[in-house]
């Protein structure tokens, strides 16, 4: 079957490239979305499928209920954009002033809606039931993936699968990686606050610049010194503000960051570091520091067992294409919360083709990747159902002996 089901997607990739076009001119801001979850329901109720709309805010879920008993299997895509000015010159670029889809989410959604169709032709002849999962504001924290999983979407789910399309590798390759693959990306914000004074007078002040730069100093020596140097932290300084007169000392600074980090220990104990150097800093100059953490994204990891048999499903139906391993990074995805319910795994598609231009990074204004890849993920989405028997019960055995 599953052949048959490769051959249905190409058939319809014109029309899954066609809405994902329709989808990058029309881009909306994370938890802002009113026309795409709309789109995507109409298209999933045109298919026969149970659907449910406003899911944990802006969310949409579509239920396909094959003709036999089996697990229930749960696919994901995020259709959220960005804040940014599209900078390309294509046909399709976004006709929504400062807005772009940057990241490929609608790549992600054009896919599972591939994916929906051509499952639903062959809806008797399905062993269990998949949930299709299309979730709003992935670019923020807190993300959709919490209320929608608060809002009852992994209910009965069995396992669960995600796709990102990756700017980084060449059309034509595909990424897995087992166990921590993306990290927790939290938050700080440290007001500093001194007294101000003539810049000349430095005695008569408790100058919180000064105070600020030993601060941002102090915050380095967290993942260099307290953290483990076989687990990962990031501790990171972006922002740093105060004053605007070059002879008056001010009465405040105010420094922001990121933090990122795999494991939960290390997420707190960097936590607890920071508001450590902060009181520090506090002691030895008599300023006062006001420490605001925030936590973001937890961190992504992949289940061993469904990463290793979807890994082996695609070198085995997918072999003109090239399997890698995608390195650990310390970008952000709230698939993680997924993660954290039900089994799975979250994987990656090689979106890079100079012919077309698209050679820019995520976030980048003049994104774009190579649209072959809403059929590459479709298809892989596809074999995570024969993993688990939704599609062909006969296949799973071949591979695991």
Known sequence: MINNLYEKLDDIQPELVKIRRD?????????????????????????????????????????????????????????????????????????????????????????????????????????????????????????????????????????????????????????????????????????????????????????????????????????????????????????????????????TAVIKGTVRTYDEEIRLLVEKKIKAAARGVEEQTGIKAEVNYKYGHTSLYNHQQQTTELKQLTERHLDQYKLLRMEPFMGAEDFAYYLKEVPGTFFFVGGRNPELNAVYPHHHPKFDVDEDTINTIGKVLLLSLLNHNVINKKHKASVTQ
Not at 235 to 245: L, M, P
């Open 23 to 251: 989808l990058h001119m029309h881009p909306e801001l994370s938890n802002e979305e009113k026309r795409t979850p709309k789109l995507i329901a109409d298209y999933l109720t045109g298919l026969g499928l149970e659907v449910k709309t406003e899911v944990g805010g802006n969310g949409v879920v579509g239920y396909l209920k094959g003709g036999k008993p089996g697990e229930t299997v749960a696919l994901r895509a995020d259709f959220d954009a960005l804040p940014m000015q599209d900078e390309k010159e294509v046909p399709y670029k976004s006709q929504n002033e400062g807005i772009t889809h940057a990241c490929g989410h609608d790549i992600h959604t054009a896919a599972l809606l591939g994916v929906a169709k051509v499952l639903s032709s062959v809806k008797h002849d399905l062993a269990g039931t998949v949930v299709f999962i299309h979730q709003f504001a992935e670019e923020v924290a807190p993300g959709g993936a919490k209320r929608m999983i608060a809002d009852g979407c992994l209910d009965g789910v069995d396992a669960v699968y995600g796709a990102h399309v990756w700017s980084e590798n060449n059309v034509g390759e595909i990424l897995f990686n087992e166990g921590y693959t993306m990290a927790a990306a939290d938050t700080f914000e440290i007001g500093i606050h001194g007294k101000g004074g003539h810049g000349a007078l430095p005695h008569l002040a408790i100058d919180p610049v000064v105070a600020a730069s030993q601060l941002v100093v102090n915050l380095q020596q967290i993942a260099s010194r307290a953290v483990d140097p076989l687990k990962a932290a990031v501790v990171t300084v972006g922002s740093f503000h105060s004053g605007e007169a070059l002879n008056v000392i001010p009465d």
